[in-house]
C-alpha cells in the first residue's frame, strides 16, 4: 500500500493525515494480525510516545482500530475493515494462538446478540477463541 492509500483511508475516516498517522497506520498494512501496545512501543520507539498514544486514541476514536483483550495481559490493535463503525453489530471473535501468540480478527464471526435482562445495553464484548493456527499445527 502506497502513501496515497494511507492518506486517502485517513481523509475518508475525517483524520488529518499527520507524519506520525501516516506512518502509524502504514505499519497496521504490514500485517494482517494485531499489533500490542509493546509492539507499537517498540517499533516507534525514537517517537514523541505522547504523540504515538495521541495517534491510537484517534484511530480507535475513528474506527480505524479497535483494540482485543485477548488475556495475553497487553492491549492489542487490530485494523478494523470497511465500513465499520464498532458498533455492537460490528464486535467479532478473535482467534489467539497459544503457540505463536498472535491474535486475529474473525471478522466473518460477528457475535451473536445476547439476552440481556431488562434495560441492559452492550457496548463490548471480548470473545477470544484459543488454539493453534495453521502455522503451528504440526
Ligand atoms: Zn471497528
Ligand atoms: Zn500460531
Ligand atoms: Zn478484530
Known amino acids: 500500500m502506497n502513501k496515497k492509500n494511507i492518506e486517502q483511508i485517513l481523509k475518508l475516516k475525517n483524520v488529518k493525515p499527520t507524519a ?8 497496521f498494512q504490514t500485517t494482517t494480525s494485531a499489533i500490542s501496545l509493546r509492539q507499537i512501543e517498540f517499533h516507534f ?11 491510537l486514541k484517534t484511530f480507535v476514536e475513528h474506527n480505524i482500530l479497535h483494540t ?16 465499520c463503525i464498532c458498533a455492537p ?3 467479532h471473535y478473535h482467534f ?11 471478522t466473518k464471526q460477528n457475535i451473536p446478540s445476547v439476552n440481556l435482562p431488562e434495560n441492559f445495553t452492550m457496548s463490548e464484548a471480548n470473545m477470544v477463541v484459543k488454539g493453534h493456527c495453521s502455522d503451528c499445527q504440526s
Open 45 to 55: 520507539d525514537h517517537s514523541d510516545m505522547s504523540t504515538l498514544y495521541r495517534t
Open 68 to 83: 482485543i483483550d485477548d488475556g495475553s495481559g497487553t492491549i492489542k490493535y487490530a485494523k478494523c475493515i470497511e465500513g
Open 89 to 91: 453489530e460490528d464486535l
Open 96 to 106: 489467539h494462538c497459544l503457540n505463536c501468540k498472535k491474535t486475529i480478527c474473525l
Open 20 to 27: 506520525m498517522r501516516m506512518l502509524v497506520l502504514e505499519y
